[in-house]
């Protein structure tokens, strides 16, 4: 298979001398290299990831919280404890690629000087010298974030300069000239920045290989490799480029043929069959079949890069000529290689292909047992109603009551004069296109406006509304999620929201929720009687944790393994914003216990036809919906 594939007919470009020489080293190392491979792969899915993971969540989560949250994440992220955690993170995640290419450049190596290849001894090798490998990654990441640090810089003033006068979602929906002008120099900066972190890249690749083979210091090896590529860095830069986009290219048609074969085959096999179980058995097939071609072509990849950085500091330089290997260099050790390569022989590796797949079988007739009910899932309209009501008016809130939606999800805030308004931006640019910064104006000035799009209703429906008139429009007739929204926390908010809610006796028809882990806290100690969710946009930790009712999580974040968290926990879970058919029964299939939508006419249609099917029926259209999504 592999000389299959590094034999294609290739362009012309790509018949390189150097090249072609690194694709012969490749299919005859190729097993030694798969070995090596799959020893890093173990060890750092073991050991090294695992490691870095608690040691980067003891310091995250040092407070006290399970989760952090948006806001309090950026924080940390740009205070020095969390950039020197950062970089140690990071720098372990990169040591893992670093300590995979020198093996690999021990393999070329030996092959160059005639020597044979034993995995027990590239482990020994690299083990010893694991600290100065990490010291590397360190270094790295130190000129990375460096080298970003003008990048963002040049970003930050564009954004000031262009984006700095209003709310980001106004600019998101109007799209106004200052946004086109924004993205044309932002592009342009972006443009000059990679330009000189291609010159650098070029300039640098040889300081591993140079690192690895020459008693220097890191420093000493950056001087001499920073010489040497002087006159070679753009034809190495070029090698290395064409191999990379050449392999991701084809990783990619691969993708593609294999998508098109599964949409025909899950079509077909629907057709042909009337039961479910042959569809489970072939999508499960075609998801390990998915994950081993994902292995097969990373791994190709990446050899052929070593390799051809390897053989391009042995070929095209003279640092190697001032090397001082090690005498054990050329020692055979135990040939561990001669256990793992036999297992990746034909007559060895189907059976083990054979035994994953009857896994799979087993594992999905399985969760033919583990189909969820539909049951009386919450359907919220966002941000109060369906378009084309203005978002956060009474209009919107009429038109949530006439889809059928079970609540209105609205925003508030408090203005200067400490009145609750309904209102989603940081100012009412977006929305009545005035630059009005709704925390610093009174109620007043904010209620002259008239929110758009027109909708045909009254002008009055579309004025900024207080959470008083929603909550006595809505008595009786819808229930309310109220996100406490804030652009700088201030208890102030919470404090007058709980009280506005007791006053209208509605406390058993309204749930609190916010995306601010303090609010929460606030939240929880003033209203404990009251239903209460966390926002969840982007976030780490333990979200099941956390002392709330419920979840309010993006879409990409629902998963089985999520979903069965929250239900030890008692926890509900409401996903956001959906909008599609398709996403919405994937997410109504998997359990989720409520949809934020735009569009809750279109939800409702879709829980009462998947209430009347049956648990096969919504098996078949789980397994349809995963793999036909995209096409709708």
């Given at each position: 298979m592999f000389t299959l594939v590094l034999n294609m007919r290739s362009p012309a470009f790509l018949k390189d001398p150097t090249l072609i020489t690194a694709r012969g080293r490749v299919l005859r190392l190729w097993k030694p290299m798969a070995g090596w491979t799959i020893c890093v792969w173990l060890a750092f899915l073991t050991v090294f990831s695992p490691l870095g993971s608690?040691?980067?969540?003891?310091?995250?989560?040092?407070?006290?919280?399970?989760?952090?949250?948006?806001?309090?994440?950026?924080?940390?992220?740009?205070?020095?404890?969390?950039?020197?955690?950062?970089?140690?993170?990071?720098?372990?995640?990169?040591?893992?690629?670093?300590?995979?290419?020198?093996?690999?450049?021990?393999?070329?190596?030996?092959?160059?000087?005639?020597?044979?290849?034993?995995?027990?001894?590239?482990?020994?090798?690299?083990?010893?010298?694991?600290?100065?490998?990490?010291?590397?990654?360190?270094?790295?990441?130190?000129?990375?974030l460096a080298w970003m640090l003008p990048l963002a810089g040049g970003l930050a003033l564009i954004y000031r300069v262009f984006l700095g006068d209003y709310d980001i979602n106004y600019y998101l929906t109007v799209l106004p000239p200052e946004w086109l002008h924004a993205r044309i120099f932002a592009g342009l900066w972006v443009l000059v920045w990679l330009m000189g972190a291609l010159f650098l890249l070029g300039r640098l690749l040889l300081m591993l290989p140079a690192y690895l083979t020459c008693d220097y210091r890191l420093s000493e090896a950056i001087k001499r490799a920073w010489h040497l590529a002087r006159s070679r860095w753009m034809r190495l830069l070029k090698l290395m480029a064409w191999v990379l986009a050449g392999g991701t290219l084809v990783h990619m048609a691969l993708d593609?043929?294999?998508?098109?074969?599964?949409?025909?085959?899950?079509?077909?096999?629907?057709?042909?069959?009337?039961?479910?179980?042959?569809?489970?058995?072939?999508?499960?097939?075609?998801?390990?079949?998915?994950?081993?071609?994902?292995?097969?072509?990373?791994?190709?990849?990446?050899?052929?890069?070593?390799?051809?950085?390897?053989?391009?500091?042995?070929?095209?330089?003279?640092?190697?000529?001032?090397?001082?290997?090690?005498?054990?260099?050329?020692?055979?050790?135990?040939?561990?290689?001669?256990?793992?390569?036999?297992?990746?022989?034909?007559?060895?590796?189907?059976?083990?292909?054979?035994?994953?797949?009857?896994?799979?079988?087993?594992?999905?007739?399985?969760?033919?047992?583990?189909?969820?009910?539909?049951g009386e899932v919450v359907i919220s309209a966002h941000r109060a109603g369906p378009p084309p009501a203005p978002e956060n008016t009474l209009s919107a809130l009429e038109a949530a009551i006439a889809a059928g939606a079970d609540y209105t999800e609205i925003d508030v805030q408090l203005t200067r004069d400490g009145r609750v308004v309904v209102v989603h931006?940081?100012?009412?640019?977006?929305?009545?296109?005035?630059?009005?910064?709704?925390?610093?104006?009174?109620?007043?000035?904010?209620?002259?406006?008239?929110?758009?799009?027109?909708?045909?209703?009254?002008?009055?429906?579309?004025?900024?509304?207080?959470?008083?008139?929603?909550?006595?429009?809505?008595?009786?007739?819808?229930?309310?999620?109220?996100?406490?929204?804030?652009?700088?926390?201030?208890?102030?908010?919470?404090?007058?929201?709980?009280?506005?809610?007791?006053?209208?006796?509605?406390?058993?028809?309204?749930?609190?929720?916010?995306?601010?882990?303090?609010?929460?806290?606030?939240?929880?100690?003033?209203?404990?009687?009251?239903?209460?969710?966390?926002?969840?946009?982007?976030?780490?930790?333990?979200?099941?944790?956390?002392?709330?009712?419920f979840l309010a999580v993006s879409r990409p974040a629902v998963n089985p393994r999520f979903l069965r968290a929250a239900r030890r926990n008692e926890m509900?879970?409401?996903?956001?914003?959906?909008?599609?058919?398709?996403?919405?029964?994937?997410?109504?299939?998997?359990?989720?216990?409520?949809?934020?939508?735009?569009?809750?006419?279109?939800?409702?249609r879709v829980r009462e036809e998947l209430q009347g099917m049956t648990p096969v029926e919504r098996l078949l259209l789980r397994f349809v919906a995963l793999v036909t999504e995209d096409a709708e």
């Open positions: 608690h040691i980067l969540g003891m310091e995250i989560f040092r407070g006290g919280d399970p989760v952090v949250g948006n806001a309090d994440l950026l924080e940390w992220i740009f205070s020095l404890r969390g950039v020197f955690h950062l970089i140690l993170a990071a720098s372990l995640g990169i040591l893992a690629a670093v300590v995979r290419f020198t093996g690999i450049f021990l393999i070329v190596t030996w092959d160059l000087e005639g020597h044979r290849h034993s995995l027990l001894h590239i482990m020994r090798l690299v083990f010893r010298t694991l600290p100065r490998l990490f010291v590397l990654c360190v270094c790295a990441m130190v000129v990375v593609v043929l294999l998508l098109f074969l599964a949409r025909f085959t899950l079509i077909r096999f629907d057709q042909f069959f009337e039961s479910v179980r042959p569809l489970v058995v072939a999508s499960g097939g075609f998801v390990i079949l998915s994950f081993l071609l994902s292995l097969v072509v990373g791994f190709l990849i990446f050899s052929m890069g070593a390799t051809l950085l390897t053989g391009f500091y042995y070929e095209e330089t003279s640092l190697h000529r001032e090397s001082k290997p090690e005498a054990s260099l050329h020692e055979i050790g135990v040939h561990l290689g001669r256990k793992l390569v036999p297992w990746l022989r034909l007559r060895r590796f189907v059976p083990l292909l054979l035994v994953w797949v009857a896994l799979s079988v087993i594992a999905s007739l399985h969760g033919l047992r583990q189909v969820p009910e539909v931006d940081e100012d009412m640019m977006r929305v009545a296109g005035s630059p009005l910064n709704v925390t610093r104006a009174t109620f007043a000035e904010l209620r002259e406006l008239v929110q758009v799009p027109d909708d045909g209703s009254d002008p009055e429906m579309r004025r900024v509304a207080t959470l008083e008139e929603f909550l006595e429009r809505a008595d009786g007739r819808i229930r309310l999620m109220v996100e406490l929204k804030y652009y700088g926390f201030s208890p102030e908010l919470g404090e007058a929201v709980v009280e506005i809610i007791r006053e209208s006796g509605q406390a058993d028809q309204v749930v609190l929720m916010s995306l601010d882990m303090p609010a929460i806290h606030q939240l929880r100690e003033l209203a404990p009687d009251m239903e209460l969710g966390f926002v969840s946009g982007i976030s780490v930790g333990n979200l099941s944790r956390l002392p709330v009712d509900k879970v409401h996903a956001w914003t959906i909008n599609r058919k398709s996403r919405m029964v994937d997410l109504l299939l998997q359990g989720v216990d409520g949809l934020i939508t735009d569009d809750p006419a279109l939800a409702h």
